[in-house]
């Protein structure tokens, strides 16, 4: 069995945390689309998980080069699953989805493996992220009444990405 290096081991493990999701993910739109019968941009969401899969069998290709892999390339592909989301998330009702802390696995692996300045990063890109999900998405209901609400929950948002980063490794 070959040694992996830590930065190997996290890209491993981010694999396989994302195969778990995108086939999690396709059987949720499969039951949200047949199930349910919610109208959505089937192949637009389709088109989203077949570009995550690509990713995710490039990484696993990428992992059998002998190149080393550094911190800043885990977090580029980091920074992929948070795009990958919000394409996801936009067509599915963004925020307003109950999957939308799919978008706090990213940042939970930064502040587990990633020095805090990468984390500050990560951090900024989910909470932007989820900030504009929650004006710009295609809904999946009529949009819920008062705006004050959809904006505190920004704010719920702010306080645990800080904290994770606060707790990540430092530099």
Same mark, same amino acid.
């Given at each position: 069995?070959?040694?992996?290096?830590?930065?190997?081991?996290?890209?491993?493990?981010? !694999?396989?945390?994302?195969?778990?999701?995108?086939?999690?993910?396709?059987?949720?739109? *499969?039951?949200?689309?047949?199930?349910?019968?919610?109208?959505?941009?089937?192949?637009?969401?389709?088109? $989203?998980?077949?570009?995550?899969?690509?990713?995710?069998?490039?990484?696993?290709?990428? @992992?059998?080069?002998?190149?080393?892999?550094?911190?800043?390339?885990?977090? *580029?592909?980091?920074?992929?699953?948070?795009?990958?989301?919000?394409?996801? @998330?936009?067509?599915?009702?963004?925020?307003?989805? /109950?999957? !939308?802390?799919?978008?706090?696995? /990213? @940042?939970?692996?930064?502040?587990?493996?990633? %020095?805090?300045?990468?984390?500050?990063?990560?951090?900024?890109?989910?909470?932007?992220?989820?900030? *504009? @999900?929650?004006?710009?998405?295609? /809904?999946?209901? %009529? /949009?819920?009444?008062?705006?004050?609400?959809?904006?505190?929950?920004?704010?719920?948002?702010?306080?645990? $990405?800080?904290?994770?980063?606060?707790?990540?490794?430092?530099?």
């Amino acid at each position: 069995m070959p040694h992996f290096s830590d930065s190997r081991h996290h890209l491993l493990q981010l !694999s396989y945390i994302r195969t778990v999701t995108i086939i999690a993910q396709a059987c949720l739109l *499969f039951y949200a689309v047949e199930g349910l019968g919610i109208v959505v941009h089937l192949w637009m969401a389709i088109g $989203a998980l077949l570009a995550m899969t690509l990713l995710n069998l490039l990484t696993l290709y990428r @992992l059998k080069a002998d190149l080393p892999l550094t911190q800043l390339e885990f977090l *580029f592909q980091l920074m992929a699953d948070i795009f990958f989301y919000v394409c996801l @998330l936009y067509q599915l009702g963004g925020t307003g989805n /109950p999957f !939308s802390s799919l978008l706090l696995i /990213p @940042l939970i692996i930064s502040a587990m493996t990633l %020095p805090r300045n990468y984390t500050w990063l990560v951090a900024t890109l989910v909470t932007t992220s989820y900030t *504009f @999900l929650l004006f710009y998405h295609v /809904p999946l209901r %009529p /949009p819920p009444q008062g705006t004050i609400c959809r904006s505190s929950v920004t704010l719920t948002y702010t306080p645990p $990405a800080s904290g994770l980063t606060l707790s990540s490794r430092p530099c």
